[in-house]
Every structure is written in structure tokens, then in C-alpha cells.
């Protein structure tokens, strides 16, 4: 098993979709309003390398108390000016579109970490800071400190999509089982 | 039939009610921890015995630091078994909404529940004609909580069919579960609403994932069978468990339809039952 520290480099070219991996080293937390903050005003990180996890904390007296990841989905359009600003990873839950497959081509990654284990998530974090704190507890940018948080590469830099594969195989499936043309009265 | 309406009694329903909220955001019941052990054990993909092992050391971690199981701690099902020497009230009712509003500040549990359409937050997860409250007579007096997360009730489906098409019933329930894919954060489990009427059906289908999931029929056995051949795994990244069980309740319906409601429960499946003294 690979173990990955930020700030990711060329390493992840060599990553493909189904690897099992860890990550460690700071990350940055980006929901919507994140997204949308960065892209009018700026980075309030050095984007070059980062890592951006799709996720809206709770976070109480300074500690984190969970953390689990949110639907990545809901960032397919605000994706592609992180990626061409530098960044390198994304973590979320449920994969991203076929666009944003296409924008991570040559340029990042994106991992999948198992939904709801927001105490997993907890366990292996430590909070380093915040960014935009106006944007209110889930939609800020925490910078968090991982230590090997296990995730699993979903898309990889060359178009490899885990997401998609298991998708297309399971309609098959489904059609093998039941023909459309079958009626079962 | 005697109303019990002095104050211990109602505080009594109150801390029930939140001790069952509790047991359920933390502790994971063992039928379903064993079906996710199960689920590892036979799991040949690495990237989905990774996701079990996952699910499980969270289970474990949300034990050690006594924290919900996962953030969206759903909107509080109720279930309110009561003896016939009981009559149930409004003040009970209200009871049990104090006990969810005590649960929700000192879990602490996220505040879910909005109002539909100016998506205002009542900050306790009660209010606004929410949550159900389904009373039914029983031998005991008992409060249990089914904390509904909305990942997987989004995906959950209902179709009015047609009695001649009780053969595509299956059909129904597996092409639910492609449609929703790793939405509903799977292992799943589909609970089953077969007859009643339109909203009884759906009632049906969460009562259903109340059953224990250590046992099935041969008729739920070969619906899962058939999920979990999709493949589509633990998280949609693939997997030989999709589906650690199916359940099925039935109730009678007009002789001219055939309601079928799924209600799809992620891997989270949280319920606890608290007997109230008399």
C-alpha cells in the first residue's frame, strides 16, 4: 500500500483508479461556499500540491469532532479552476462527473473515503487552522492534519473511474437479469 | 383505562425516550455489526474489504468516544408500543418531543429538521408536525427511536402497481437499488412495504428496518442475493456485498391495487428500544 504525504507531486500520475492508499500531511476542507469564496477572491493557501477534502465538520473548542465526507458530486462545477491553480487531490464520497474525470487528466487525483465514518475521520486529524471562518462551521476551510487517513483512488489522473466501471457493470448485470423485452406475469 | 398524565410519568417518557436516541446515534445493534463482520469475512475485492474495515473501526471509535455514528444524525423515527391499560395522550406525545429536544443538545445531534420550503432549521429536530410519533398497542410500554439519515431516504422509491404485476415486485426492488447505486452509502438495508394504501405501504417499509437482519426468508433471501449481484459494493466502488438484507411487511390492500414502497437504509441501520416504568 502506497502511504501519500501533502504536498502530492508527480507521484500521483503513477496512481490508478481501484488502489488502495493512505494520506497524510495537512488538507484543506472546501464545500460549496468554499469553492465559491476561493474562486472570487483567492486562495487563502498555496494551492500548488494541495489537497482539498469534501467534507463540513463539527468542530468544538478547537477539536474536531467529526469529520466525515459530503457528496462530491455537488463540486463537479466548481472543480476544474482548483485543478488548473494546482491542486492535486480531492477527497469526497460518491465521485465526481465525467467533466471533472476529464479536468483531473495529467493534473490530480480523486480519492473516495467510506461515508459516514466520521469518527474514523476524527481519530486521524489534527486541526491546524481555519480559513474564511465567516463562511460558518461546515462551510469554512479548516486546514487539517491528517495521519495515513485510508482512502481508495476512485479517479485516477489518466481517466480510470472506479465509480463509472462498477455503475456500467451493474446496468448489465441488471439487464442479464431482467431482459426488457421479458414481461413476468 | 387509566390516564397517566402526573409529571413522573411524563418525565419518565421524556428520559426514555432520550436515553433510546442515544443508544441509537452511538451503538450500532449487534444483528447488523455481524452482518457487516460477515460482509468482511466473505469480501474478495481489497478495495471493498478496505471500506468494511472502515465501517467497522468507526463502529468502534463511535463506542470509545461515546460521538454519533455518523454526522447526519437523521430525524427520529418513533415507535410507541403501549399496554391497553395505558390511554395515550397529547401531553405523552409532547413528552417524547422533550426528550428528543434534550437528546439533540446534549448528544449533541445535528439539527435536521427544516421547514419544506423556506428550509428555515427549528434547531431541535422537532417541530413543524415532525417527527412521526406511531403509537400501537403491545404488551409493554416501550419508546423506540429509528434515526433516518437522508442519503439513503432520498433514493427510496414507491410504485403503484398493478395487481397482475406481482411478478415484477422483485424487479421493482432490485432496479431501485441500481437507480440509487452508492448514493445511499451501501452496505444497505431495503425495507419492503408490500399492500396497504399508498402511505401505508411506505409506513410498511420503514417498520421493516425494525426486523433483525440475522434472518431472512427465502423470498427476501433471493432478492438480496440478486442486489448484491449488481456488484455495486460497499460505497459504489464495487463489491460482492451490496445489500446485507432485505425485509418484507405486508398488510392488506384494495382489490385493485398493489402498492410496493422501498425504503432504502444505509449501513448505519441505528434503532434502539427503551421500556418507560409504570
Redesign the interface.
Known amino acids: 500500500m502506497k502511504h501519500l504525504k501533502t504536498p502530492l507531486g508527480d507521484e500521483i500520475l503513477d496512481l490508478k483508479a ?1 488502489e ?1 492508499v493512505t494520506l497524510s500531511g495537512v488538507v484543506y476542507t472546501a464545500r460549496d461556499e468554499a469553492h465559491i469564496k476561493i474562486l472570487e477572491s483567492g486562495f487563502p493557501f498555496d494551492p500548488k500540491g494541495a489537497v482539498l477534502y469534501h467534507c ?3 468542530i468544538q473548542d478547537n477539536q474536531i ?4 465526507p459530503t ?1 462530491s458530486a455537488r463540486m463537479n462545477n466548481l472543480t476544474g479552476f482548483m485543478l488548473d491553480s494546482g491542486v492535486r487531490g480531492l477527497v469526497g ?3 465526481m462527473s465525467s467533466k471533472v474525470r476529464d479536468e483531473l487528466k495529467g493534473k490530480a487525483v480523486y480519492f ?9 475521520a ?2 486521524r486529524m489534527t486541526l491546524t487552522g481555519v480559513h474564511y471562518a465567516d463562511l460558518g462551521m461546515a462551510e469554512a476551510v479548516w486546514e487539517i492534519k491528517l495521519d495515513k487517513l ?1 482512502l ?1 483512488v ?1 479517479m485516477d489522473a489518466h481517466g480510470g473511474d ?2 463509472a ?3 456500467e ?3 448489465e ?2 439487464q442479464g ?2 431482459p426488457t423485452s421479458t414481461t ?2 | 383505562m387509566s390516564v397517566l398524565s402526573d409529571p413522573d410519568v411524563l418525565q419518565r417518557i421524556s428520559d426514555a425516550t432520550c436515553t433510546a436516541v442515544r443508544d441509537a446515534e452511538i451503538f450500532l445493534p449487534g444483528d447488523v455489526k455481524d452482518r457487516l463482520k460477515h460482509a468482511l469475512e466473505v469480501e474478495s475485492s481489497p478495495v471493498a474489504k478496505q471500506e468494511l474495515a472502515n465501517i467497522l473501526e468507526n463502529i468502534c471509535l463511535a463506542e470509545e468516544r461515546s460521538a454519533p455514528l455518523c454526522q447526519d444524525t437523521g430525524i427520529p423515527v418513533i415507535y410507541v408500543t403501549i399496554p391497553s391499560s395505558v390511554a395515550w395522550s397529547g401531553e405523552m406525545e409532547e413528552a417524547v418531543y422533550e426528550g428528543i429536544r434534550t437528546a439533540t443538545r446534549e448528544i449533541p445531534l445535528r439539527p435536521n429538521l427544516v421547514d419544506p420550503l423556506n428550509r428555515e432549521n427549528t434547531q431541535t429536530n422537532t417541530g413543524l408536525s415532525m417527527p412521526p410519533v406511531h403509537v400501537k398497542a403491545g404488551d409493554r410500554f416501550t419508546i423506540t427511536v429509528l434515526p433516518k439519515g437522508a442519503g439513503s431516504e432520498n433514493v427510496s422509491d414507491i410504485r403503484m402497481m398493478n395487481p397482475s404485476e406481482k411478478g415484477l415486485i422483485p424487479k421493482f426492488i432490485v432496479e431501485t437499488m441500481l437507480t440509487a447505486g452508492g448514493r445511499p452509502c451501501p452496505p444497505v438495508i431495503l425495507g419492503v412495504g408490500i399492500g396497504g394504501t399508498f402511505d401505508i405501504a411506505a409506513s410498511l417499509a420503514k417498520e421493516a428496518l425494525l426486523e433483525p437482519v440475522d434472518a431472512m426468508s427465502p423470498c427476501e433471501q433471493e432478492i438480496c442475493d440478486q442486489v448484491n449481484r449488481l456488484g455495486i459494493g460497499p460505497m459504489g466502488l464495487g463489491g460482492d456485498t451490496t445489500c446485507l438484507a432485505v425485509k418484507v411487511k405486508t398488510a392488506g390492500c384494495h382489490t385493485a391495487s398493489l402498492p410496493v414502497a422501498v425504503n432504502i437504509q444505509c449501513w448505519a441501520a441505528r434503532r434502539a428500544t427503551v421500556e418507560v416504568a409504570l
Request: aromatic share 10%; with cysteine; glycine share 18%.
Open positions: 481501484g488502495v463540513g465538520p463539527v469532532v467529526v469529520a466525515g457528496t464520497k460518491g465521485g473516495a473515503f467510506t461515508g459516514g465514518c466520521a469518527n474514523l476524527a481519530a485510508p481508495t476512485a472506479l465509480f466501471v462498477v455503475e457493470h451493474a446496468h448485470v441488471f437479469m431482467y413476468e406475469i
